[in-house]
């Protein structure tokens, strides 16, 4: 079973924005070696506080592997669900398809009618001819990664570990600044390969490093690195970012990173 994705907090005090987006790319979804759908029509609903969704068109959607489901919830901005469970014969996953009974707000009526997919309950999702990992890319957001002369420090389980004056800084919409440092600016040797991977689907696969304390103990993920980027994110490939959470400090031009 695939582990759930460790997804980077939304800043919680934020308002709440929720719009409709009309994406130009195509959009497929397989599964159990069908294509489950398939358009150039794809809505996305988006917000800054949950993850981007695909809805197609009803006519895009191959109807004869659905079958309905007597579940149902509220989601938190569009009310009442119902939901299909899609079934090839051969395989069948529960509650696979879902769409908004009626939304209740006037500003996500195009959703009405059209048709979502629960991310891991199908195989394989694209835009285009390219794989889409972990959820689907809102069209709004924006990565820029810059090179930068500024002094970040880190600090671990009291003493320093990381000191750099060519930091490349990621910053990516909704979420915190990141600090990918140059290895040789880093002790390596706080640091033990872990078995842990991840997707994102704007960056790639990343590969994390734990971090060794002074008592012999290790503290599982601190950092991670992306080694082959995907092709728009060259500037961090094989660089290093921490978790502000799991290191005792990170400074900035000499102030603390909150």
């Known amino acids: 079973m695939t582990a759930a994705p460790k997804l980077q907090p939304r800043e919680a ?34 917000s800054n506080h949950f993850l981007p969704v695909y809805f197609f068109p009803a006519a895009a959607v191959d109807r004869s592997l659905l079958k309905p489901s007597k579940d149902g919830q509220q989601h938190a901005v569009g009310g009442e669900t119902k939901y299909w469970d899609l079934d090839t014969g051969d395989r069948r996953s ?11 707000d006037e500003s996500l009526s195009p959703l009405a009618g059209r048709i979502a997919f629960t991310w891991n309950a199908v195989d394989q999702w694209f835009e285009e001819d390219e794989e889409v990992f972990v959820h689907a890319r809102d069209p709004y957001a924006r990565i820029d990664v810059l090179q930068s002369s500024s002094h970040v420090e880190i600090w671990f389980d009291g003493e320093p570990i990381a000191d ?83 290191v005792d400090r990170i400074h900035l031009d000499g102030q603390p990173v909150t």
């Open 164 to 246: 750099s004056h060519r930091p490349v800084l990621l910053f990516e919409t909704h979420l915190p600044t990141r600090f990918y440092l140059h290895p040789d600016d880093i002790r390596l040797e706080r640091l033990t390969a872990s078995t842990t991977t991840t997707r994102c689907p704007y960056k790639g696969i990343a590969t994390y490093w734990s971090g060794l304390l002074k008592d012999g103990s290790v503290r599982p993920d601190i950092a991670w690195s992306y080694r082959d980027p995907i092709a728009e994110m060259p500037k961090i490939k094989g660089l290093v970012a921490f978790y502000p959470q799991a």
């Open 94 to 104: 529960p509650d696979a398809a879902w769409s908004f009974a009626a939304p209740p």
């Open 13 to 46: 005090a934020a308002p709440h924005l929720v719009n409709v987006l009309h994406s130009p790319k195509r959009v497929r979804v397989k599964f159990g070696g069908h294509t489950v759908a398939d358009s150039r029509n794809v809505l996305v609903l988006r």
